[in-house]
């Protein structure tokens, strides 16, 4: 089965599943997040340059953008709790969009897509922990923290904890432009820690805008979460997963799609993540306690029904 059929069609048959066993509801809960990372449109699915042209028209292109933004792609590492038994450690990438260690990242990819579905079945969400923000200098990672999620941008913002003085290559939000249809779009990101994590780009065209729920280019080629710009560099978007919230129970196929949410949007998403930072939020403790207490509340049993008294005997006073 396709994981794009599974994780629309059948999660409410796989919710009836998890509510038999544990066990179920761990391995459904793994193959979903399986599924929503291999979704993902990148390197893999991506496309060769846009129109038919050759790569190496386009090598200064290429070339000039992963020199200027490859910087500020990171990797950030974290282990998912889907249950105490299983925690698995996963990792994705992320976009440095503050010089202070701030990350912008895939709420999809960061447990949001198995947290709906957890929700479908009215079990605990997964919560990710052990947060690290993975640098070129810094191959094992710094500490760092889930600061803020916008469930229905699909984005995420995860600090890093102790910063310093340093200053770190981020992408600047306002160096944004605005494309039309048909225009050419480039993509950069980082591959798996496999391949050392080589940063790589990936082209497309804008095809198509959609303005509802909100406006958004129509595009493919890059991954959710990713940065995608124009030919020449300047800001147009990020990645992301756009579909209806948990409690529709029905869906189209054409009701879940990636897209590319406009730079402004993100912006200013950006800023109310900054704030929460400042304030030293750890959203990811947070969530950590609210699954442990919805854990305790499923595994209190129900209280027994008080036992009926006995008829009295025939003769004996009730």
């Not at 990797?75 to 889907?82: D, G, H, I, N, T």
Request: charge should be negative; glycine fraction near 8%.
């Amino acid at each position: 089965m396709e994981c794009s059929q599974m994780r629309v069609a059948n999660v409410n048959k796989f919710g009836r599943m998890a509510r038999r066993s544990r066990g179920h509801l761990v391995a459904m809960l793994s193959v979903i997040a399986s599924c929503a990372a291999l979704a993902a449109p990148g390197v893999a699915q991506a496309q060769g340059p846009a129109g038919g042209a050759s790569a190496g028209s386009h090598a200064a292109e290429y070339k000039a953008l992963i020199e200027k933004h490859a910087g500020a792609i990171v990797s950030v590492r974290f282990v998912m709790s889907f249950a105490p038994e299983y925690e698995p450690e996963m990792e994705t990438n992320g976009v440095m969009v503050d010089p202070s260690g701030l990350v912008l990242v895939s709420n999809t990819l960061m447990g949001g897509f198995a947290s709906q579905a957890a929700a479908r079945m009215g079990r605990p969400a997964p919560t990710p922990k052990e947060l690290k923000v993975i640098l070129e200098d810094e191959p094992e990672g710094v500490e760092a923290r889930l600061v803020a999620r916008d469930t229905e941008l699909d984005l995420a913002w995860v600090q890093i904890k102790e910063p310093g003085d340093r200053k770190f290559a981020s992408l600047d939000l306002a160096a944004s432009a605005t494309p039309s249809i048909g225009d050419r779009t480039l993509s950069v990101w980082r591959m798996g820690k496999f391949f050392d994590r080589a940063p790589t780009v990936t082209e497309n065209r804008i095809m198509g805008e959609a303005k509802k729920p909100r406006p958004l280019y129509v595009g493919f080629g890059a991954s959710y979460g990713a940065p995608v710009f124009t030919a020449n560099g300047q800001f147009i978007g990020v990645g992301v997963l756009q579909q209806p919230d948990s409690e529709e129970e029905q869906m189209d196929a054409g009701d879940r799609a990636f897209m590319i949410l406009p730079a402004a949007q993100v912006a200013s998403a950006t800023k109310k993540a900054q704030e929460a930072a400042k304030s030293g939020k750890d959203l990811s403790a947070e969530e950590a306690a609210a699954a442990e207490e919805a854990a305790g509340d499923q595994e209190q049993p129900a209280p027994e029904e008080p036992a009926e008294e006995p008829a009295p005997a025939p003769g004996q006073p009730k």
